[in-house]
Every structure is written in structure tokens, then in C-alpha cells.
T-cell receptor, first 114, second 112 residues
């Protein structure tokens, strides 16, 4: 079973701090690496995604760092806010085919203290 | 949320009864997915569809069946509900030719 390993399982940071969530994958055929954000009672929503041809992608306070040789990617949330408190999932997709299935990490519960 | 609706939002059912969950989209997207979400297990794919009457199994398909007779509707049926199927079920659609998934708000199913 292809796997995406996500850490930590839970994380608490202070308002204004940096939140960092890490993921590692095994299949070198993966070519799409998204992060999803999920609030209680809601479905996951796409936050940001990266392709392996770049090492970093930034959207506002959210940055993905990608290390192809190490087969790792991470989400950095700068200036973390209480409204960022949510569960974050990394995923990986690729390897051909039309079904575009994603392989998911198990999630990280982020709490930001005011 | 991009025209995707799940029904019901909550359901309590008894062990051994059949249950059908509905996912409805207004976007005419080809690909639809059913996931279940459980603590410690993340999101697990149950079944997916790549067109009308075209479906395939995911990683946790045992005890579940699906049907897609119209582009807009993807039904998930628990043939004989068990307590292990107590979960939150999410439907997702894939927009365009990429990997961007849009999820519904989920159905919380409790099997007693």
C-alpha cells in the first residue's frame, strides 16, 4: 500500500508563531502534492498544492516546501492565527491513469492559542 | 461548496439495515468519490466513479456498493449496516483534468 506519512499528529502553537507540518512519501511517481484544511463539521478544502518541479510555493501565510531527493514536503503557516485552528491533511497523487486518486496522510490537528 | 450536496447530514440506523447516502453535484463533473473519515485513519477511499455507470473500488469497499445512473448523483449503499461502519462519510468531486478535489459537508452515520 502506497503511503504518505504525516507528522506531528497534533500541534499547538502560540498566536503569531510558525506552524510546521511534515509529510513523507514513498512513490517517486507522485507528481502532485496538495494540502487540505478541514474545520469541524466541514469537508476538507484545498489549501495549497505543489508540483515536484519547484522547491517552494507560497500563498499568503501558507508555504509548501518540497524536497524531491528526500521525498518530503512540508506546510509552513507563518504568523499563525486562532482562525487557522483546524485539521490539516497532506496528500500525494500521480503515477498516471485517469482516476486521479490521492493518497492521504492521517492528518494533523493544529491549535493556535490566542 | 462548488455545488456539491450530501444527504442526509446525520443518520442513526440499526445494525443489519440497508442505508443509502446521496451525493448530488450541479457541476457536471465526471469524477466522484466516496470517502469515510475515522479518527486515526484519516480519509479512506470507499468507491469512486469516472462516469455514468462506471465505478470502481477503493481501499475499503467491503460492505459498500455504489451506483451512478446520472452524472449528478452518486449513491453509496451500506448493504447491511454494521457498527464498524459508524463514521463520517464524505463525497468529493474532481474538477477539471487535475487533482483538485471539492468535498461535500459530510454525512455523520451512526449504526446502533
Amino acid at each position: 500500500q502506497q503511503q504518505v506519512k504525516q507528522s506531528p499528529q497534533s500541534l499547538i502553537v502560540q498566536k503569531g508563531g510558525i506552524s510546521i507540518i511534515n509529510c513523507a512519501y514513498e512513490n517517486t511517481a507522485f507528481d502532485y502534492f496538495p494540502w487540505y484544511q478541514q474545520f469541524p463539521g466541514k469537508g476538507p478544502a484545498l489549501l495549497i498544492a505543489i508540483r515536484p518541479d519547484v522547491s517552494e510555493k507560497k500563498e499568503g501565510r501558507f508555504t509548501i516546501s518540497f524536497n524531491k531527493s528526500a521525498k518530503q514536503f512540508s506546510l509552513h503557516i507563518m504568523d499563525s492565527q486562532p482562525g487557522d485552528s483546524a485539521t490539516y491533511f497532506c496528500a500525494a497523487g500521480g503515477g498516471g491513469g485517469n482516476n486521479r486518486k490521492l493518497i492521504w496522510g492521517l492528518g494533523t490537528s493544529l491549535g493556535v492559542n490566542p | 461548496d462548488a455545488g456539491i450536496t450530501q444527504s442526509p447530514r446525520h443518520k442513526v440506523t440499526e445494525t443489519g439495515t440497508p442505508v443509502t447516502l446521496r451525493c448530488h453535484q450541479t457541476e457536471n463533473h465526471r469524477y466522484m468519490y466516496w470517502y469515510r473519515q475515522d479518527p486515526g485513519h484519516g480519509l479512506r477511499l470507499i468507491h469512486y466513479s469516472y462516469g455514468v455507470k462506471d465505478t470502481d473500488k477503493g481501499e475499503v469497499s467491503d460492505g459498500y456498493s455504489v451506483s451512478r445512473s446520472k452524472t449528478e448523483d452518486f449513491l453509496l449503499t451500506l448493504e447491511s449496516a454494521t457498527s464498524s461502519q459508524t463514521s463520517v462519510y464524505f463525497c468529493a468531486i474532481r474538477e477539471g483534468g487535475g487533482y483538485g478535489y471539492t468535498f461535500g459537508s459530510g454525512t455523520r452515520l451512526t449504526v446502533v
